[in-house]
């Protein structure tokens, strides 16, 4: 056995993507400027400033903007050969659509020259919950309209952008917006209305398949597919109440969009559930065709933590409005793995169930994981004398995890990379800076000064000697 393998039991694939994943809002900042329209992340903290933590709203945040060239040096010190960041449709188009903002094009161009010239290869995603304030104002995703916005949008990147980026995605956890911003009311527009739910649902699984089409007319000769938080539904026992419990809470929250992306169609059970319910959403019968016709090339799967279910122990109150846990309610497992600096859940296996169920149920489609990441809240408490955050505990988080993914792919998952979440300490919605995931510090009371974590170097060891 030679030395090399010794060293590091666990190896990765020739060209394995190791890098980590942002979005527009949360590291570009300068969000007033430059010709960007308000999104509704802008309008938000204009109007209600107290809804974020410590009052920190999105126009500053991290200023990637103008820091991006250091930046991406920094990106190289960490190892990284693939970076995903997300376009902003409102710096691209101020109102949503028409007038092109040609100061982006200018931007976005220079940040893919940037990571290509120092051989990151460039991933991106259109969508990461930030809707364009003047497509809000038409309804959001509940609006058709929107739809058509999004793919004048989409179509717009690619024809910029396309001959360049290789990696393309239609949107971030778009189940995200649907819980936050029309089931459970956190984010704007802040509804609790089931029905709307499934508007937004559908009309954002539409979107995706339209721009996948858009993309493929093209013919550009890249990939392109979604980022989905694929979270397993554990049940608490196998009582079939408890099963059926977690059956449902999948359908709602994961295959809801595993399904049609990679698939094509709803899942029957999903379909049968939201009738009964009175909740299927308006369509039109050639929708479902773009659908079915129009599945992704490759599927990016988050995964921070899984849902434990147990069957509903009250009966509903059946005159409440109508929440997805009529179904099933939460369960508290004893004895679980928690991350003691942000409070989720840390179950590695997860990752590992995840890529067996994407293996056997979806074909072993083309895939990574596109986001894994540990919050902790005040972590300048972990500095050393140097300064330097000394971050062992996500290094064996992520360890961790990369056995699972290891054990996988000696399984035949087709997985070809891992992406952490974070580059950098960004800002992150409505808990803005309070849980920091960055390979590399973010300095709020100095300016933003980056200085990378035990982490970020650990990130560089790893992609070199690519494994551990
Ligand atoms: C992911 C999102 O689900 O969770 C990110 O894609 C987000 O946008 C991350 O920042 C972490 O969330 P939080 O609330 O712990 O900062």
New binding site residues.
Partial sequence: MSTEVEKNIYMFPKDFWWGS?S?AT?MEGFSGADGKGKNIWDYWYETEPNRFYQGIGPDNTSLFYTNFIDDIQLMKETGHNSFRFSISWSRMFPKGRGEINPKAIDFYNTVINTLLENEIEPFVNLY??DMPMAMQEEGGWESRSVVDAYVEYASTCFENFGDRVMKWFTH??PI?PVECGYLYGHHYPAFCDFGKAVQVGFHSVLASAKAIKAYHDKELGGKIGIIL?VTPSYPRSNHPADLDAAEKADLLFNRSFLDPSVKGTFPEKLIDMLRVENFIPKYLTEDLDIIRENTVDLLGI?Y?QPRRVKAKENIPNPNAPFMPERYFDNYDMPGKKVNPY?G?EIYEKGVYDILKNIQENYGNIECFIS?S?M?VEAEERFKDESGMIQDDYRITFYEDHLKWIHKALNEGANVKGYHV??FMD?W????SY??R?GLVEVDLNRNFKRTIKKSGKWYKELSENNGF
């Fill in positions: 994943a979005s949360q990461h919950f971030n956890e995200v938080n988050n921070y942000r989720w986001e990441g919050g979440w974070t960004n992150s919605w409505l808990n309070k849980n995931y």
